[in-house]
């Protein structure tokens, strides 16, 4: 075999290692921690540093990575084609292309990008030098096809879809779960930080009905009382009714000024918050940390109270329900030994449906409302009602208030008639 072919030989070999090179670099960049090269770089890595500058502009290195394989791709291609057709005469094409294909797929895609999956920030950090020395030689080239994800990104630029975002999130969530990644309280942890977003102040207020307050009138003695009683650090106070909340009367400062002889809740309560019930909870909390307040009073589109919400209900949002020693401890839903389940009337529908995995149709928030709504009047006792997958029956009131109901799933018909 002459000089020629040899050198031949060499190239193609070359173009091969190249390809590797390449396709390796496309995975370890994709996957490459930046938080992990970053401690890196401040543990006084050069080559950390200058991979995470890579992986920062990634669309720059992922175009110089694909130019640089299409290219010696198609080089080894020409080579072989060269070769075979030396060595095997008419049939060199068609035997280079199958070599070609086998070499590529193993040697320069899957075997290389199989290492760089396990590895990395070592491929990253090994790579950097040669691949910030290829970028530079290639800027024009990359300039170009900036220049065209440009125009391509506005002519088919995508809709922002959160709600698309959000359950690819969750996927996520649900995936590092499954491999072990994430344990439970974790995994439901960042799916309350996800839907956080997602909720309004109605969602998590103490409606009016259920709220504990004051009339400004009352007497320090009733107000000691009803700290006592309720077990609260902060009571609202209304002048004449609930839809004129005048002041919070803090417990602390009410004994602090007690014990100092004064004689009015009005001179002790401090000025309310107030916030519209359709406030994004998110929005809630910066409320919250720019009043410096625990408490704010939830308005309806009429400027009437709708209930109170308070810092506490927020966080129980994010890591779940929050006792403190005054606190009953009570199941919002009991399951029973029939299948059906006891639900207290303030749960919200949607996660009640939600639970039953029954789409949720109707207009009432709270599962006591729901009663009324498919009842069609105020329920009484043991009224019974059901929709077109799910029955219940109301078992406790608190005069026109329903406070618990029981509901249970319909039987398929097949299964009621058997």
Known sequence: MSTTMWVLVAALFVCVALSAFFSSSETAYSAVSKVRLKMLQADGSKRAALALKLAEDYDKLLTTILVGNNVVNIAGTSIATVLFTAWVGNYGATVSTVVMTVLVLIFGEVSPKALAKESPERIAMSFAPVLNMIVKLLLPVNALFKLWRRLLSRVFKPQEDESRIEAELMTMVDEAEHEGDMDAHEGELIRSAIEF??????????????????????????????????????????????????????????????????????????????????????????????????????????????????????????????????????????????????????????????????????????????????????????????????????????????????????????????
């Open 197 to 418: 977003n997602d909720l309004d102040v109605l969602s998590i207020m103490t409606p009016r009905v259920d709220v504990t307050a004051l009339e400004d009138t009352a007497s320090m003695e009733v107000a000691a009382d009803v700290f006592r009683e309720s077990g609260f650090s902060r009571i609202p106070v209304y002048h004449e009714d609930m839809d004129h909340v005048v002041g919070i009367l803090h417990e602390k400062d009410f004994y602090v000024l007690q014990h100092a002889g004064c004689k009015d809740i009005r001179q002790i309560m401090a000025a309310p918050v107030m916030a519209p019930s359709t406030l994004k909870v998110s929005k809630l909390l910066k409320l919250f940390q720019q009043t410096k307040t625990h408490m704010v009073v939830v308005l309806d589109e009429f400027g009437g109270t709708e209930g109170i919400v308070t810092m506490e209900d927020v966080l129980e949002e994010l890591v779940g329900e929050i006792y403190d020693e005054h606190d009953i401890i009570s199941q919002d839903v009991i399951p029973l030994e029939d299948g059906s389940c006891l639900v207290d009337g303030s749960v919200q529908l949607s996660e009640l449906l939600e639970s039953l995995d029954v789409e949720d149709t109707f207009e009432a928030e709270t599962v006591g409302g729901w009663a009324a709504e498919v009842l069609g009047c105020i329920p009484a006792v043991s009224a019974c009602f059901e929709t077109e997958l799910l029955c219940g029956q109301v078992t406790q009131m608190d005069k026109r208030r329903v406070t618990q109901v029981r509901v249970w799933k319909k039987q398929p018909a097949h299964m009621a008639q058997a």
